[in-house]
């Protein structure tokens, strides 16, 4: 096999590893975390036999007065360290099994308080407040809690210092009043939603955080210090005088019926299924689920994809997307998108958590066919297949850690394995350094390989350095995929097989402050090769008997690319934000050796008007994969936003995109449009409507007009935490030609009820 690479690129990221993971344990060494507790500490009040408050948004309760409240927040944007134009007070009082806190929000315009209705988990088109809690004091994870002027929940898990879990869920209660003050909230959480030991008396991690959206202005009690945009564990102030508190086990029992028709025949169908959760001793939770249905979920978004490398789609399924980051890793190793994709999911259980420095990760799935109502035939289509994942990983240092991820499938007499380790190390308050080895094995690859080829063709190595704080950030990045390294049965990467890739990235950007504005400004630069077997040459040649490949092509060729970005994020004004880029490059294929070009714009409204809206344009040369040659391609994307009431939302959003010839000639247009209708009677019962359509039209040797439809309806309440009642339906249509043809239709009535024991 020709492997013809440079020499420079060949061994830059080993060296690189050595530099960098020195200087990384040495600095580490050096600026560790100040463990004092400095002056950003509240005392919480210890409820003995005083009555607890009544969660109703009213600060009225006696107890209330019994706490020392804190205030004098300061400003992060947009005149960073000022104090807050309206301050904030806030007050923590506790009992054995429950934290209360509650907030003054104080506005000079309470007429003026932008408050919607929204879903759990969409508070950020209204005024908000969140509160950060660090119950381990380990400077690294953490819980969110927030809440907006209409009591709108919103919660995630912290970890890695910044990185955070959106599809975490809690169990907690809050109410919010509006009033000529501004507004206010009480809040009611359990300790059982925490991990924690119940010896002695805590010291937390404890933040908040409120934004103004009509002023765009982000307030902080303690996070002053933190190195970016993001909120920081390792920068919370302190929550004391927790005792004699407990947090206990929670064992949650929710099973499922559900009922309705599918098919294009209508078929009746009635199913149940049954998920469980137990936090073990520690901090670890146990889920298991059982013929798992997800009637509740959207379906994907349609996008526009012109490359050879298939759409990433986020998880959207309950059972997966609860303790998904511990599976996380620089390379996607491990996606729970592939699970279920090919099969129904039979059953699944998963185990996540920490215990003391070490965090843990084990999920099992099984995949086959399960509805007894389908035909024969489909039922073999279906794929019956073992997944599973196993996480380790260590914290070292003040904020650093060390991991290992092992993915597994089975199936069919083969397997598909990739295993890694990983490291994270913090330099400082603003220096991280990250990277990670994995390798590959697949059966049928091994049956097929030639002898000459070597395990370490399986291998990837990545190495990033990267620099943070407010004003700057700056990466270099160092990768290395070796052409017959394979994990896309289990994990994610934009790969075709035996064929990868080494390359060294460089990025930065700078957000100075204008005003209240702030301007935006980035470069970015790549040098990379590619890298082939000769099983990928030949497939290719066996492909595209009729094409030629490019006389200057060779494999050691080094491809380029540099970009600038720049803009500006307004504040209190119509626009909220207004950007260009360009890009330029070398690109390096089989059939053309180029160079690519592209440029475009977006501009975004305020989200907090009634209408809003965005619009991006780019253009330029691109390698056309499905004619294996140069082409050029023109995309245009609106997205809108239309809140004729406070609890209702319209959005709309369309995306159209031509390809066309090197002699601009269209041989490609593509088309895809969305609505999506979302009305809430009150928090916890709504109505979404959605639709979206696809076309597509291609020229490609022989015309081709393909066309897709699909309706969706779902109505849900959430009867008791974590209760719900759906009834859903989802109605899909494909067209070829003139050709209308129903693909597939469901409605279902799926009931759930949560037993917290």
Known sequence: ?????????????????????????FVSLIWAHDDGLGKHVLEGYHLGQETPPKIDGNLSDPVWQLAEPISGFIQLRPDRTKLATDDTEVRVVFDTYYLYIGVRCYDSSPDKIVNRLTRRGDMWASDNISFFIDPHHDHRTGYKFATTPGGVQNDDYRYEDTRRDSNWRGIWWVEAVIDELGWTAEFKIPFANFRFSEIGQQVWGFDIERFNFRKSEVTVWRQLTQAGPLTRMSDLGHLCGLRQILGGKLLEVTPYF?????????????????????????????????????????????????????????????????????FETPLDLFFSRRIGHRGDILWGAKMTGKAGSYSLGFLSSKTGHFASLETSEAQNEKESALYSAFRAKRDILKRSNIGFLLTTKEYGGNYSRVGGVDMSLALGQTYLVSGQMAQSSNSQRLAGESSHYSLSQNRAYTLMFAQRDYLWSASLLAERIEPMFEINQTGYLRKEEDRGWQ????????????????????????????????????NWKMEYPELI????????????????????????????????????????????????SNYGFSLESNGALPVSGEIDLSQGNFYNFAQQGIGRQRQVALGGTIRPRSNCTIEINSNHAQSLTTYNRIDGRFFASSLRLTYLF??????????????????????????????SFLFGWEYSPKSHLFLAYNGNWQTEEVTVELENRVMVLKISYLWNL
């Open 503 to 538: 390359s060294l990235n460089l990025g930065g950007s700078y957000k100075p402050p204008v005003g209240k504005s702030l301007l935006f400004f980035s470069a970015s630069s790549s040098l990379s090769q590619e890298l082939y077997t000769d099983v990928y040459l030949e």
């Open 549 to 596: 490949v490019s006389p200057d092509f060779r494999q050691d060729l080094i491809t380029w690319d540099v970009g600038l970005k720049t803009g500006i994020d307004f504040s209190e004004s119509v626009w909220d934000y207004v950007g260009l880029f360009y890009h330029r490059g070398r690109r390096v294929e089989l059939t053309d050796v180029f160079i690519a």
């Open 682 to 711: 009150r928090r916890d019962v709504f109505v979404r409507i959605f639709g979206q359509i696809g076309k597509e039209r291609r020229n490609y040797g022989q015309i081709q007009n393909l066309r897709n439809y699909l309706v």
């Open 258 to 326: 559900l009922g309705g028709i599918s098919g294009q025949n209508n078929l009746g169908q009635a199913d149940g299924g049954l998920d469980l959760q137990y936090n073990l001793a520690g901090s670890l939770k146990t889920n298991l689920t059982f013929n798992p249905d997800f009637a509740q979920v959207e379906a994907d978004q349609l996008e526009i994809n012109l490359t050879r490398f298939p759409t990433r789609f986020p998880e959207q399924r309950p059972f997966f997307v609860e303790g998904n980051s511990f």
């Open 1 to 25: 096999m020709n492997m013809n690479n440079s020499i420079y690129l060949r061994f830059f990221p080993c060296q690189l590893v050595c530099i960098l993971v020195a200087q990384a344990v």
